[in-house]
């Protein structure tokens, strides 16, 4: 297969790329490369043949024309993928993660109904979920509803109708998601879309806002002061970066069985894939050298979930995928990676 990967120079993409590379098939990669650093991401397929790389914004029609045809299937990673920006800056993001999105449907569209995979996020459903009922530990918070214990499912709320609320990056990922269901449903295009959770792993770019888990490493790393807002007993389930790679080629070598359809991506609940703050930190200061990490506190963020697990039974059904990497070895992976070929 060909595929075209738009926002490819990114972490996810880089993990996306190595497998699809692994695998034998041919890669576009399309970036604008506003994320800092993720050139450097490129030099590691430097000398790959089957790597084609085109800087240009999807934004922008014209930089669409210099992408080669036959592309078999397009994987969409171009985002604004931070919920502050989106709050201080809700129309860049809206351009990007919207307008940007509605014109890669638009050229499958004119490229001959080419399948489009979006990356979606959690992040559309709205923070009704704070309402669930949790129990506190020393450590984290669970939820107390049994019918939560394999974690949220697709069916979560995303409109707000009774006065709750996304962010303006969670309504922006729900427009591009129904977009994309308009195209499959009015011109026949194949679309797939992943509600991804916390994606951790080699390749990350950290940075306060965005990519926790790699930012807490480097704090470790760097030896500086941790900023946690609230309590630090947040829960997330995490899925490492190697692990949504595997997913994102397994669907794109499965779209047609596959079109139309909506999964929660994520570590899911089972033990090793999820963590609170304050369960990571402790973690990574059994694991790595180094002095202790030195914590500071702030306010929660607004709408920030307590818990959030996401059930992924629906995808498994569906294509048999299922996260391999705990968190353990994750993070040992990605220690590896800055030794081997720095930050
Ligand atoms: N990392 C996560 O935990 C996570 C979770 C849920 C959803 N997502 C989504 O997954 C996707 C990839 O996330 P990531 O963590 O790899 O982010 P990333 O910032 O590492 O990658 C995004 C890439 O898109 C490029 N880009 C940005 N604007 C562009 C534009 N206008 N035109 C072309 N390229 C552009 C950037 O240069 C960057 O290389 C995003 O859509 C994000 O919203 C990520």
Not at 7 to 18: E, L, M, P, Q, S
Not at 77 to 83: C, F, I
Not at 268 to 296: N, Q
Request: net charge positive; charged share 25%; proline share 3%.
């Amino acid at each position: 297969m060909k595929l075209l990967l738009f926002g490819g120079a990114g972490f996810i993409g880089t993990n996306i790329v190595r497998e699809a590379l692994s695998r034998g098939h041919g890669v576009v990669v399309f970036d604008n490369l506003e994320r800092k650093g993720v050139d450097r991401n490129l030099s590691f397929f430097s000398s790959e043949k089957w790597l084609t790389f085109i800087k240009g914004d999807i934004r922008n029609e014209k930089d669409l024309g210099k992408i080669p045809t036959n592309i078999d299937c397009i994987i969409n990673l171009a985002a604004n993928p931070s919920v502050p920006r989106s709050i201080i800056d809700p129309l860049y993001d809206f351009q990007i993660n919207v307008v940007g999105h509605l014109t890669v449907l638009e050229y499958a569209r004119k490229n001959g109904n080419i399948p489009v995979i979006l990356a979606s996020s959690n992040k559309v459903y709205t923070d009704k979920l704070n309402t669930y009922q949790l129990v506190e530990t020393a450590t984290r918070y669970r939820f107390r509803d049994k019918r939560l214990v394999h974690g949220v499912d697709e069916t979560a709320d995303v409109d707000g109708w009774d006065g709750f609320t996304n962010s303006p990056y969670g309504v922006a990922k729900l427009a591009a998601e129904k977009y994309s269901r308009e195209y499959w449903r009015h011109y026949g295009v194949p679309v797939v879309i992943n509600r991804m959770g916390c994606v951790y792993g080699e390749f990350q770019k950290g940075v306060e806002e965005q990519g926790w888990v790699d930012w807490f490493l480097r704090a470790k790393r760097g030896g500086h002061t941790l900023t946690i807002y609230g309590d630090g007993k947040q829960v997330r389930d995490v899925l490492f970066g190697a692990d949504v790679a595997r997913l994102y080629i397994d669907e794109a070598e499965k779209m047609s069985t596959l079109s139309g359809a909506t999964f929660n991506v994520g570590g899911g609940t089972r033990p090793g894939y999820h963590t609170s703050l304050l369960e990571l930190i402790g973690l990574i200061d059994d694991m790595f050298p180094g002095k202790k990490l030195v914590l500071r506190y702030a306010p929660w963020r607004s709408s920030d979930q307590r818990v959030y697990l996401s059930d992924i039974r629906r995808v498994t059904r569906a294509t048999g995928w299922k996260p391999t990497t705990r968190i353990k070895r994750g993070l040992r992976r990605m220690w590896e990676a800055y030794e081997r070929y720095g930050e």
